[in-house]
């Protein structure tokens, strides 16, 4: 059996009286590549961010490599990465200066890091503006130096939250290579996105979050035969609920051409 890496309990977020997340109950072992998905506001960013030690104020039990992060312990955050959905990036800093202080956070040296840095800029064209300002980046490149940045530490535990946006069809092919890679040689990921085809095609399990609470649980096939369905879109719609893609549509676009 592999090792477990997440081990969560009946956890509760509420914000405002409003329960976010109802009880969820979840066991994540090595080397899993998991679909985490959902409706907008469903709960997958405050999971995240509870499991990061990000956002606090939450009921049940979280363990991450098997230590309960409330017991007040950093260690466990060294092993892992995190793209979030969106960046602060220190836009006045070159990226190298920003790599090399992102990698140090991690316990790297400055010259490691740099080192790293520089060569995991090569392997995607960027090596020309190593030494360049984030802020003159366009959003492709600040996502390839995000990317960077949360595997600079070889974490363990990756959470990446749309991490193909903005990147061009070549970049996605390298991304989903090397997260592909990444996953057969033991590291676990969460993949959290939209982009249904994606998720269908690299997750070894799939999570749906609906309403703070898990709606489904399995592989691609399982979830199919669960809701009588094709595509990942498809299995989405119906396990939400929702059917009127064509109504709203009709609505919006009569709205906009109102007084035409
Ligand atoms: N700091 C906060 N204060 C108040 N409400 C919050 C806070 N963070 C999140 N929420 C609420 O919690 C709910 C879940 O938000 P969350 O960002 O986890 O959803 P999500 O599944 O990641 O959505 P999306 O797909 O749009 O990124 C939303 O209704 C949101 O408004």
Redesign the pocket.
Known sequence: MRNEVLSIRDLRMK??QRY?LNGIDLDVREGEMIGYI?P???????TVKILLGLTKGYTGTVRVFGEDIDAGSYEYKRRIGYVP?VAELYDQLTASEYLTFTGELYGLSADDADSKARQLMECFELEKVYHSRIATFSKGMRQKVLLISSLLHDPDLLFLDEPLSGLDANSVMVVKEILALLSAQGKTIFYSS?IMDVVEKISSRIIL?ADGRIAADGTFQELQQQSSEGTLEEVFNQLTGFHEHASIAQRFVSIVREGD
Do not use: R
């Open positions: 914000f405002n976010v959902g907008n506001g469903a709960g997958k960013s405050t959905e939209h979050l």
